[in-house]
């Protein structure tokens, strides 16, 4: 994963001439990392909870509402998750710096 971001970056960082199309694709990429990675890291620790409640219920442990649960807590995270990635693309701006001497 590491080197897959390091690899976007230096494409980012010296082949794309920065005109319209590279800017939107820079900001939704920009997005989608942001998004992506807050909405796992929720996920996972909605999946760890789940484990620690059916250790700790037990044999009382229902595994339906535990699935209707699952469904709309996905569903909230995944909508809180692009709520707070979608401002900073919306507001940001690509600067361009001359590199020559």
């Known amino acids: ?3 897959f971001l390091a690899e976007v970056i230096n494409l ?3 082949r794309i001439v920065l005109n319209h199309y590279s800017n939107s694709s820079y900001l939704a990429l920009e ?3 942001k998004f ?3 909405a796992v890291q ?3 620790s909605c999946v760890a909870t ?4 059916a250790v700790l219920f037990g044999i009382k442990f229902d595994k339906d509402i ?3 649960v699952a469904k709309y807590t996905s569903l909230f995270i995944i909508l809180v998750s692009v709520t707070l990635a979608i401002h900073d693309p919306l ?7 001359d590199r020559r001497p």
């Open 50 to 53: 789940e484990r620690a409640a």
């Open 31 to 33: 997005f989608l990392l």
């Open 91 to 97: 507001h940001g701006q690509v600067l361009v710096e």
């Open 1 to 3: 994963m590491i080197a």
């Open 12 to 14: 980012l960082d010296t």
């Open 36 to 38: 992506l990675l807050t």
């Open 42 to 44: 929720w996920l996972n």
């Open 66 to 68: 535990s699935q209707n």
